[in-house]
């Protein structure tokens, strides 16, 4: 009651000597209860009071005490979403705290307050991820019970299983209270999968077994993750005002930019109008949706240029052509820094702006401590011996084609045979018989929860994707196309032998529970029957995968659940967590067709000049927009390389 009072006092009536008189009756009753959470709170409040009425020593004082009892608590928690729920219940202390330390730089710059303030913000994000990059390679089976291990075996199993029957129950009818039943389902089979894993990591805890990774200050940063050719920019969105820090090897410069609300508003606008194409209307004809878009394009260049401005503008002069690692925020996480204007051509004229990716390698990372992180516990390790396994045009519906009615006797060989034979058929058919521009003007490029999986589209040039990548493969490369692009085969421990794992297929996006998101592999096998082909995070999680390089060349594949503080969980973290050293994936629902010649080039540059996966990426993208068919962003910008970039 005491705590309410401050607040009306603080936050109605501005009366902050009595709102701090009560905060601080309040905080006494706190801790003579050992009630820590309430505690940690009354000192952020007081802090703001200290804040408001200019006394900025007390602030920092007090909201570090707070942030103090907040990690310690955060500490003892040990399933993995209870921790990140609990830690983005804190980031408004983590943002007040960082806003402070601006402020306080501000009048005492020589003092390392950006410094302290480039800290906290590292402190703030992606912890979870963090800790789980610190556990991959010490986990072994026996870290739990043979109970344990069974248990949360069994529920992955039955969760999706539910996932799979929840996405086909919507494709046929059903009732809400049907579907809210079903929901209803999963979350318990989710909470409980939760509490198990979260047991499982208890016993590796009382065994000492699990490191707790620290953050870093920003020498580290400089030491361990920038170069003398990369710029850390890293993001920070806050309420009334916003920060940027420009790292270098030997430099630290901060901004103050635009609120979240200003910030957030300009990406959203710029990633709507970007993605116009994949925007279904009811009724609409061609020619309206060509309207449409034509539209859209119009209007997307004030708004590239509006976000440009409030995000890359205040630096511009220092970028030079210097690779960037980007650590983003809030919206930001959206959007491909590759399409921003560059800030050296955006005083120009219109026909000579660039995008960024012009004179820019771009790489992207949950936070700068998460990268180094990743160069620790990853080096030395044995290179995976052979170099390229793909995994491309998957069968996914029974009136497929491919699918052939096999009695029982037939050998199994003759069914490879005549799936590889009828697939052949296939790619000679499609090269002759291209879509045409009414096709690609109303084909559905869509695939989501909503949508009906027992309609997945084939990608038509997923095939010619993987068959341009393995001629330009060296040595012995893996194909696995139509009936073998299978999950079985993709969680099998075959795979841990490539360096460059690539899935051409769709993707499977769940905001709901994150670890059900996916990727689409054969949902039939060659007689027929629907299989299991949902490869899911929760097992990506579970698999063992030292790869150089994993490329989700399918949609909405970096996208995952916005939590804040861990930012957008989903597959990228699973595959680094399996053991991947970089992910490339995609930000939305891309066009099979362009993406297709995208990964030809990325591949060219990688395996036939040498470049490095993000070089080339970047090499890519650059020819992609000077492809007049391909010129838009959307065609182009929507895969970015997360991880490393050495």
């Known amino acids: 009651m005491l705590g309410y009072l401050g607040l009306y006092y603080h936050q109605s009536l501005g009366e902050k000597q009595r709102a701090l ?69 804190a980031q408004d202390y983590f943002a007040f705290y960082i806003d402070l330390l601006m402020r306080l730089d501000k009048e005492r710059p020589a003092d390392g307050y950006a410094a302290a303030a480039l800290n906290a913000s590292e402190r703030a994000r992606a912890r979870v991820l963090l800790e789980l990059l610190a556990e991959a390679r010490k986990r072994t089976r026996h870290d739990a019970d043979r109970t344990l291990f069974d248990r949360e075996r069994q529920l992955r199993q039955a969760l999706n299983e539910k996932a799979e029957y929840q996405t086909r129950l919507k494709a046929g009818d ?102 116009t194409r994949n925007q279904r209307k009811t009724g609409e004809t061609v020619e309206q949706r060509r309207v449409r878009i034509s539209a859209a394009e119009a209007e997307y260049e004030d708004a590239v240029q509006r976000l440009s401005e409030m995000v890359l503008s205040p630096f ?46 771009i790489v992207s990372s949950p936070s700068a401590s998460v990268l180094a992180l990743q160069r620790r516990e990853l080096s030395g390790r044995k290179e995976a011996p052979e170099p390229l396994a793909v995994f491309a045009d998957p069968v996914y519906d029974q009136s497929d084609k491919r699918v052939r009615v096999i009695s029982r006797n037939v050998d199994k060989t003759d069914v490879a045979t005549n799936s590889h034979q009828f697939a052949s058929q296939d790619v000679v058919r499609r090269k002759t018989q291209l879509p045409t521009d009414l096709e690609r003007a109303t084909r559905d490029f869509d695939l989501s929860l909503s949508d009906n999986p027992s309609k997945i589209r084939r990608l038509p040039f997923s095939r010619a994707e993987a068959e341009a990548i ?66 899911r995070l929760n097992e990506i999680y579970n698999l063992r995968l030292p790869a150089e390089l994993v490329v989700l060349s399918a949609c909405q594949t970096a996208l995952g659940k916005q939590v804040r503080g861990e930012g957008l969980v989903g597959l990228v973290r699973g595959f680094m967590y399996a053991g991947s050293k970089r992910v490339v994936a995609s930000l939305w629902k891309v066009d099979d067709e362009a993406t297709a ?19 080339a990426l970047r090499a890519a993208k650059v020819e992609m927009s000077h492809h007049k068919r391909w010129h838009s962003p959307y065609y182009w910008a929507a895969f970015e390389l997360q991880g490393e970039w050495r």
Not at 253 to 261: F, G, H, I, W
Not at 597 to 615: Q, V
């Open 597 to 615: 010649e995208l990964m030809k080039i990325f591949y060219r540059g990688m395996l036939k000049e040498n470049m490095r996966p993000a070089s």
């Open 21 to 89: 008189e009560y905060y601080q009756q309040s905080l006494f009753l706190m801790r003579s209860m050992e009630r820590r959470l309430g505690e940690a709170e009354l000192l952020y409040r007081i802090a703001r009071v200290h804040y408001d009425r200019g006394n900025l020593s007390a602030a920092l004082q007090d909201i570090e005490a707070s942030l103090k009892i907040i990690e310690s608590m955060r500490s003892k928690i040990t399933r993995d979403e209870l921790r990140a729920s609990f830690f983005a219940n």
């Open 174 to 275: 059903h009732t809400a209270e049907w579907a809210a039943e079903v929901e209803k389902e999963i979350t318990t089979l989710q909470r409980e999968h939760d509490e198990v894993r979260g047991r499982m990591r208890q016993r590796r805890l009382l065994n000492d077994a699990l490191p707790q990774p620290a953050t870093l200050s920003l020498r580290e940063i400089q030491t361990e993750v920038v170069d003398a050719d990369t710029i850390l920019l890293e993001y920070a969105l806050g309420d009334e005002r916003s920060f940027l820090w420009a790292v270098t090897a030997d430099s630290v410069t901060s901004y103050e930019l635009p609120k979240r609300a200003e910030i957030d508003a300009a990406a959203r606008k710029m990633y709507d109008l970007l993605t």
């Open 316 to 361: 511009g002069a220092q970028l030079g052509t210097k690779r960037l690692l980007v650590v983003s925020d809030g919206a930001l996480q959206y959007i491909p820094f590759a399409a921003l204007i560059d800030p050296a051509t955006a005083k120009g004229p219109p026909e000579n702006k660039q995008p960024l990716v012009a004179r820019h390698e």
């Open 470 to 535: 393995l001629q330009l493969a060296p040595g012995q490369a893996f194909k696995a196309l139509d009936f073998s692009a299978n999950r079985n085969l993709a969680i099998g421990p075959e795979m841990s032998r490539y360096r460059i794992l690539h899935f051409a297929t769709h993707g499977l996006l769940n905001n709901e529970h994150p670890e059900l998101s996916g990727i689409v592999l054969s949902l039939i096998d060659e007689r027929g029957h629907k299989v299991d082909g949902f490869l």
